[in-house]
């Protein structure tokens, strides 16, 4: 069976924080920005607006809130 090869500068250990951008907007090694987390999901989160249990929330003017208070524009 064929292996894919490691993309080059990822150890086997890398975590998701290490990529993850500070709340400046951090550039990478190349210069690009990175994106902005829009979204966040755990068993354990609580909208920010209602206050009910939302698996799964989304950032909303500087708030995590649950989809029905999320402002879809």
């Known amino acids: 069976m064929a292996v ?7 150890s086997d250990d890398a975590t998701l924080d ?10 990478d090694d190349d ?3 990175a994106a902005p987390v829009t979204s966040s999901w755990s ?5 920010e607006a209602c206050g009910s249990v939302a698996g799964r929330r989304w950032l ?14």
């Open 31 to 33: 210069g690009v920005e």
């Open 4 to 10: 894919a090869a490691q993309q080059p500068g990822v």
């Open 18 to 27: 290490a990529f993850a951008a500070d709340e400046e907007g951090d550039r």
């Open 60 to 73: 909303d003017d500087g708030e995590r809130v649950c989809a029905a208070c999320k402002r879809w524009s």
């Open 43 to 47: 068993d354990a989160s609580v909208c």
